[in-house]
Nanobody, 127 residues
Framework: QVQLMESGGGSVQPGGSLRLSCAAA????????MAWFRQIPGKEREGVAS???????TYADSEKGRFTISRDNAKNTLYLQMNNLKPEDTGTYFC?????????????????????WGQGIQVTVSA
């Protein structure tokens, strides 16, 4: 039983930054992989970045260099630092977690590979 709650979303101008947080509650010791997904209006949900329990990270090619995934184990919190945001980054961002690293380390953007999901949080980038 794991519950995820995203926070830190909002509105920024192009080129601005946001840091999303995902707080995990419940049996967090069973979680081996956490990831960020997003859904752009009119498009399918897509993987953004992932981190396994060893700290290994994976990024979507389009976001690599702008986004950074990190964690605070003491707070059971996952972060996504987003820099140089663009209007096309606008969408709903979701935190996801799973007990295995199967998709975290390979095929991290597989939606069906994650058992736990947050409700999502809105990110809007506009002038």
């Amino acid at each position: 039983q794991v519950q995820l709650m995203e926070s830190g979303g909002g509105s920024v101008q192009p080129g601005g930054s946001l840091r999303l947080s995902c707080a995990a509650a419940g049996f967090t010791s069973s979680v081996s992989c956490m990831a960020w997904f997003r859904q752009i209006p009119g498009k399918e949900r897509e993987g953004v970045a992932s981190m396994d329990s060893n700290g290994d990270t994976t990024y979507a090619d389009s976001e690599k260099g702008r986004f950074t995934i990190s964690r605070d184990n003491a707070k059971n919190t996952l972060y996504l630092q987003m820099n140089n945001l663009k209007p096309e980054d606008t969408g709903t961002y979701f935190c996801a977690a799973d007990e295995a690293t199967t998709y975290c380390d390979g095929g991290f953007d597989t939606i069906g590979g994650y058992a736990y999901w947050g409700q999502g949080i809105q990110v809007t980038v506009s002038a």
